[in-house]
Each structure stands twice: as C-alpha cells, then as structure tokens.
C-alpha cells in the first residue's frame, strides 16, 4: 500500500505530479479552443473547418466542433483497418456457458458493415431513432456502431428492464425499429426477451420492425410483416456502407436515465464531442497502449459500458474483453479466472461488485495469477475505504493504482479520477481526487459560495467540456431547468462532494431524490408512479436505505385507500407490479404500510425523517443541508412516524 499511498500530499509539500496535472488543467481551461483543437487532431475529420468550442449565449452550454463533419464509426473502425491494427483483435467475448468468440477490428469492421446495410434495408435513415434490447453478445455493439455508422441516433435499454420500461421509452424516443434477440442467458437460465419486446409493443405505435438476433435455438413466435430474422437478411447485405458525414453536434445517441421526476430523461449526446472525450478520457485515465487488455466489466446497457466497453476502447485501438454473465457464475472466482486467462492489464467495475466479491472472501482472488493487471478503476458509487482497502490488496496485489472515476451518463465520460495517462499522484481511498483536463470543478454551498476546505456542499461545473450531453431529448425546457439553474450560469450534477485541504475532491452521493442500487440511478418517484396506480394504494413514498453491498436499496412506504387492508399478499402484489412495470434492478427490498407519512406544514414528504425510520437511525443524524424544516417539526414527524409503521406491523403478525 506504501508505494501508492505514500507522500500524500499536504499544503505546505506538494507532490511533483499533482503539479504537472495542475499544470495541464491549467492550460485546457485557459485556452480550450487550442487544446481541444489540437487533441482533435488525432482523429479522423471529413471537414476540419471552425472553431473546435463555441460558447453559447448561455453559458456552460458549448457547441463542439460545430462546423467539423466526422462518424465515430469511422474513427472506431475504418481508421484501424486502414492502419497496421486491421487484423489486432479488437474483442475477446465470452458467453456465461463458456463460449468463446475473437473477433479483430477487421472482423467488426465487416460485422458493422453489414449491419449497416441490414438497417438501411429496413428504412433506417439519418437520425431515425433505433431502440436496442439485447443481451451482451457482440451483436449489441455491432448494432451500436453501425447505427451511428448511418448517423441514425441508438436507444440502449438495459436488458433488464421490463416491458412497460422499454414502451416509456421507445414512445418517447419515437422509434422505428427495434433490435433485439431470440433470448439471453443469466445464472445458466434462459430469458426470452424478445417476449418482452411483443409486450412492450402492446402499449408503443411507432415501431416499424424488429429485427431479431438469433443468440438461442427455441422457437419464437415472429409477427408477419414485423418481425424479421437478422441473419436471414444478411444474406444479401452489402459489404461495404459509406458512413455518413455527420455534423460535430449530430445527435448520436440517446440514453435514459432516473431523475427526479416519473419520467426518466433522455439523455442525449452529440457526435464529436462525445467521440473527443470518450478517447481522452480513455487515455488519461486509462493510460492504454497496444499491449493492454482493457476489461470493463460493465453492462452495454448504462453509460459505462457505452463510452469504456464501445466507444474509448474502439477509438483508442484497444484490445477488450467482454463477458456476457454473472460475475460469480458458476463459481464466485469467474472474474479472477478470466482476467488470469486473457491475461487482464485493466480492470474497471463497480464498488457493489467489490463489495460482493469481499462477501465471497480473498481465498477466490488468491486462486489465480493477477499479476497481468496494471491499473484498477471503479465507478458508479463513491467508494468505500473498506472496499478500496481490500481490491488494493487482494486484487490489485498491493502494486497497482485504483482509479476512482467519478462522472455521468449526461457527462459522456470521466470527469474526476486519478489520471496515470499523465501524471499519477499519490491517492486515497475514497477520494477520485483531481478533475480531468477541461473541467472546472469545485464545490459550491447552499448559498452559492465556494465551501472552505473539508466543508460538505455541492459539486459544480463551471464550464463546458466536450463531453457534455447536448440535450434530453424532446425536452430542452428539462435540460436548462435541471441542470443549469440551481447554480446560475454552472452545470449542476445533483452531487454532494467535498474538497480537503491538498485539493483532492471526495465525491459523497446524491443530493436528489435519486437512489444508486448497486450502481444504477433509480428514481424514487418512478417506484412511487407504479405503486400508486395500483388501485389499493392512496399515498406512497419510497426512500433508499443504506446497504452493506449495494450502497442502497429501495424501501416503500405505503398509505391504503379506504376499504384495503395491509396483507403479506399485498404486499408481495405491490413489490411485484414494480418489478413488472420497470424491472428486478428497482424492487423494494422492503415495503411497510403505514397510516400517515410524515409531512412539512406545507404538505412536502420529509424524506429525511423517513430515511432515518428505515435505517433504525435518530433524526438528530441528518445533514443540515437536506434540511428545510425545523428541527423541532421534523422530530415531531419522526417520532410519530415511527408509532405509525410499528402499529402496522403488528397487525400483520
Ligand atoms: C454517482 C455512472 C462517487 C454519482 C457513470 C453520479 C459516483 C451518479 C462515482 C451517476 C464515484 C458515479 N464516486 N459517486 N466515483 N461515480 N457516481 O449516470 O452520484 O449511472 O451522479 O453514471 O453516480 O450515475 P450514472
């Protein structure tokens, strides 16, 4: 741990390389015409004309290589094939039941190429929206790649939400096609999601065709004149399709995300900017080379798998692996197997999945030879020092950094880590450190004052960077009202975080009413939709409970309407119609009838007082910052509160 942890840095000393990244931060945001230009230009351009950065009249929006012509399909892949990396393999796949595929950057040139053309035969043009649920077989990134390939805008669904998640979704994004597969395997049991897809196509009236992917050998029911077989109509597909000359600031994909309204938000990112920074980032943070073997171990289906298992390692020329399963399938080691057999040198994954392999014990890490690994990363959750402590040493075996990634689905890519692609500077567990190169990060109070150091308030960005997504799709209104007006004229994450007295910034969760359950962004208001329109239930409120491993579960509070009573029935009802209408990732871990919630004088759910019922926690631990009420009225609500759920209970019994 010396080696890493050593030489941390105090205000009086600081570490030369935490100069060297000041040193460079300093630069990109002095002049960020200049640098982003002048990094640009390690990609390949169709027009290179303008400006690289262009302020908007209301700042920090920013036009991104505005007047450039550019396709990430090129850069990711024509521009490889044209280079001595034509026949370097670009995936290793590994399917859950141990099958294999390897397949080179010419190999998913021809793959996309093909693809592409598929699309076009079904109508797809330039930017058609194209709604995408499959397993994490290379066809979903095949798919991906030759949507944008044809500059059509993709829709990944995570392939764990359910039916009415995915209608919500293709009906706002208005999509014409969707593409799918037969089925897909998780804990060796087969899941027929394209089942899931007819149903969602009961409740949707833009989708045109589904093109299914055949991953299975059972018989799936195929609509006349909609559904079509993918590799039927390969057959006659063309080998080659030009890509097309796409705008800087063409949308090229949507992405939808929690946040606090019912509605998830569409995220939606542009073409260069968000191709510009996933490279970056890739490099910075990654520092990868020829000789690596880059594995996030991330789902295709959330942002993370996007920018560090598509779009970074593709643009970058890197080889990656990628698993289609369960990490501890069918025994725990399954990861600490795979990265001894590819010969693993970076390995990106979340602080649940390390919390859950701490959970198995070290005895499965210690089985194999980890030696090959050279950087680890974790993202999605802050992380605890705990968890930190234990990959250092079990995985990491005390030699390798472990880049604590902090960013978004709306940022593109990584905005504060570790950065070894420049200057490694001594780390601590918890903290993700320095903000990258073109961003200005700081932590702001509730009265919109840079917080002193070690003084809790919230992150804020101060200034575009190329990353930055463009839009909510069909909601600009949204976009400017969320984010940009808590702290006028800034970029507003909905963080808490905190700086210490060397600089280094320590991410602490969300300020909103946005759970993380093992990693995922979950609003509570789209569990409380569900559960009120079922017709027993008058009043809900959800809240997320901390958990040991996935940092927090969902927990429903639920009000009767007059003439039900609660029953264990109920409530397994309830928990279920949440997992139908969304998904397993959203259900309640516990779900408690109660008379009454606890409520301001205004008629507002005091969250925080039902947090602290949940968590067996005394009111008098809530952070002042959430704090709207007075103290006296919110223990008031606690203590009542608190008689109510119990008086429940007990009738259950
Ligand atoms: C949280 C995931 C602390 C944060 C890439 C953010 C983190 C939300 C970290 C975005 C980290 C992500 N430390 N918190 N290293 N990384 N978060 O959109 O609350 O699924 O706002 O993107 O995850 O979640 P999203």
Not at 57 to 68: G, I, L, V
Not at 280 to 299: G, L, P
Not at 479 to 485: G, M, R, S, V
Not at 577 to 601: C, D, E, M
Request: glycine residues 8%.
């Amino acid at each position: 741990m010396e080696k890493i942890l050593n030489a941390l840095p105090t205000s009086k000393t600081i570490h030369p390389d935490v100069n060297v990244l000041k040193d460079v931060h300093k630069r990109s945001l002095e002049n960020p015409e200049l640098f982003w230009q002048k990094f640009a230009d390690e990609l390949f351009w169709y027009e290179k004309n303008g400006l690289a950065f262009q302020p908007m009249e209301e700042p920090p929006y920013a036009k991104w290589f505005a007047s450039m012509k550019t396709n990430i399909s090129y850069n990711a892949l024509d521009r490889h094939v044209e280079s001595w990396r034509k026949n370097k393999v670009a995936y290793y796949w590994e399917g859950e039941n141990g099958e294999k595929r390897t397949l080179t950057y010419y190999d998913l040139y021809r793959e996309v190429n093909k693809f592409a053309s598929v699309l076009r035969s079904l109508g797809v043009r330039k930017g058609d929206r194209v709604t995408i649920y499959m397993p994490m077989i290379p066809e979903l990134l095949i798919s991906m790649l030759a949507t944008v390939r044809i500059g059509a805008i993709h829709s990944v669904i995570f392939a764990g939400f359910a039916a009415q998640a995915i209608a919500d979704r293709v009906n706002d994004s208005q999509s014409k096609v969707i593409i799918t597969a037969d089925e897909s395997y998780r804990r060796g049991k087969t899941i027929e999601i394209k089942g899931v897809v007819d149903e969602a196509l009961k409740h949707t009236t833009t989708v045109e065709k589904v093109l299914v992917v055949r991953r299975g050998h059972n018989i799936v029911n195929m609509v006349e004149d909609r559904d079509v077989w993918y590799h039927e109509l390969v057959e006659s597909a063309d080998a080659y399709v030009e890509p097309e000359k796409l705008d800087g600031m063409h949308p090229s994909f949507i992405l939808y995300t929690s946040g606090t309204t019912g509605k998830p938000k569409g995220a939606t990112h542009g073409t260069a900017g968000y191709m510009v920074w996933a490279y970056f980032t890739q490099k910075v943070v990654f520092d990868v080379n020829d000789k690596d073997i880059f594995w996030c171990a991330a789902d295709v289906g959330w942002i993370t798998g996007h920018t560090y298992i598509v779009y970074g390692p593709l643009i970058s020329g890197v080889t990656s692996l990628i698993y289609e399963g369960a990490p501890d399938y069918p025994t725990p080691d399954r990861w600490w197997d795979m990265i001894e057999r590819y010969g693993v040198t970076i390995f990106y994954t979340s602080p649940t999945s390390i919390r859950m392999h701490m959970k198995h014990g070290e005895s499965w890490a210690k089985k194999h030879q980890l030696s090959t690994l050279r950087i680890l990363g974790s993202v999605g959750e802050p992380i605890n020092p705990e968890a930190w402590s234990w990959y250092y040493k079990y995985i990491g075996q005390e030699k390798t950094p472990i880049v604590d990634t902090w960013w978004q689905t709306e940022t593109g890519g990584i905005m504060i880590s570790p950065q070894p692609g420049l200057a490694l500077v001594p780390l601590k567990p918890g903290s993700a450190t320095f903000p990258l190169p073109g961003v200005d990060a700081d932590v702001y109070t509730e009265d919109k004052m840079i917080a002193k150091p070690d003084e809790k308030g919230y992150l804020v960005i101060r200034k575009p960077w190329p990353g930055e997504f463009i839009t909510i799709w069909g909601d600009h209104e949204r976009f400017k009202k969320t984010y940009f007006t808590k702290f006028p004229g800034f970029y507003y994450p909905g963080d808490f975080a905190m700086k210490d007295s060397d600089g280094y910034l320590w991410l602490l969760g969300r300020a909103d009413e946005v759970l993380k359950v093992a990693g995922h962004r979950i609003g509570t208001i789209e569990l409380e939709n569900v559960l009120i329109s079922h017709p027993a239930v008058a009043e809900s409120a959800v809240i997320g409970k901390a958990d040991p491993i996935k940092m927090q579960v969902p927990v429903a509070f639920v009000i009767l309407r007059p003439g039900y009573t609660p029953s264990p029935q109920l409530r397994v009802e309830l928990i279920n119609q949440i997992r139908q209408a969304i998904g397993p990732i959203a259900a309640p871990q516990a779900l408690y009838f109660v008379n009454k919630l606890p409520k301001t004088r205004s008629g507002k759910i005091m969250r925080r007082v039902i947090g602290a019922v949940a968590e067996e926690r005394n009111i008098g631990d809530i952070t002042t910052l959430e704090d709207e009420t007075s103290v006296e009225e919110a223990k008031k609500a606690y203590e009542e509160f608190k008689l109510e759920i119990l008086s429940v209970e007990e009738n259950l019994r």
